[in-house]
């Protein structure tokens, strides 16, 4: 059993900061890539940010020079720094990680959070 537990989300003016964390535990082997989705009311789901085990990274256009992703390996856990933020950021953020996991052989797996809401008020 893999579980991704998110904190961090909350009420922010525009302009301020928040920082996104995702932690995962269980039966982990090894954590692949690990990646920051958010989903705004009647929109769908889209990616904000990947890092891949080696550090690299990927953002969407709308939020780069503005979010940082970043990661502890040794501690399985993902972080979104997110600054200037806009009202256009308000959504329900989900932490996501391809997590190979042992149980008698080895298999691959998406695993999501369980969604963290943030609001950007103007």
């Known amino acids: 059993q893999v579980q991704l537990v998110e904190s961090g989300g909350g009420l922010v003016q525009a302009g301020g900061s928040l ?6 535990s269980g039966r982990i082997f090894r954590v692949n890539a690990m990646g920051w989705y ?4 009647g929109k769908q789901r889209e990616l904000v940010a990947r890092i891949t085990s080696s550090g690299s990274t990927n953002y969407a256009d709308s939020v780069k020079g503005r979010f940082t992703i970043s990661r502890d390996n040794a501690k399985n856990t993902v972080y ?13 953020y989900y932490c996501n990680a391809a997590i190979t996991v042992y149980t008698g052989s080895y ?6 959070g369980q969604g963290t809401q943030v609001t950007v008020s103007s």
Do not use: G, I
């Open 19 to 24: 920082r996104l964390s995702c932690a995962a």
């Open 80 to 92: 979104l720094q997110m600054n200037s933020l806009k009202p256009e950021d308000t959504a329900v």
């Open 38 to 41: 958010r989903q705004a009311p």
């Open 107 to 112: 298999y691959t797996k998406d695993y999501w």
